[in-house]
């Protein structure tokens, strides 16, 4: 098992940036991928970005590409999405997932409870 919080979900103006944060604990958590999901409102769950158990591979949805970066440490059991230039479109609950491997090419198996962004126009 292994369980994830999310934190630094806000309100913030297009243009402004923000740091989420996901703590993991349960299973070892530098030997699971991580990835960050997200739900707008009326809207089916998205992919975000994820990134590789080692850190070294990451990968993301084109519609963040350039703006958003995950990254993750490993000795605090914790990944993060540093979010800049914001749009209103990226308004919505944000999620983090386990896989269930050490690659993102795995599925999710643990999702964390969301962390709600808004970027006002």
């Known amino acids: 098992q292994v369980q994830l919080v999310e934190s630094g979900g806000g309100l913030v103006q297009a243009g402004g940036s923000l740091r989420l944060s996901c703590a993991a604990s349960?299973?070892?958590?530098?030997?699971?991928?991580m990835g960050w999901f997200r739900q707008a409102p009326g809207k089916e769950r998205e992919f975000v970005a994820a990134?590789?158990?080692?850190?070294?591979?990451?990968t993301y949805a084109d519609s963040v590409k350039g703006r958003f970066t995950i990254s993750r440490d490993n000795a605090k059991n914790t990944v993060y999405l540093q979010m800049n230039s914001l749009k209103p479109e990226d308004t919505a609950v944000y999620y983090c997932a386990a896989y269930s491997g050490i690659s993102y090419y795995t599925k999710p198996a643990y999702w964390g409870q969301g962390t709600r962004v808004t970027v006002s126009s």
């Open positions: 349960g299973r070892t958590f530098g030997g699971l991928a």
């Open positions: 990134i590789s158990a080692s850190g070294g591979s990451t």
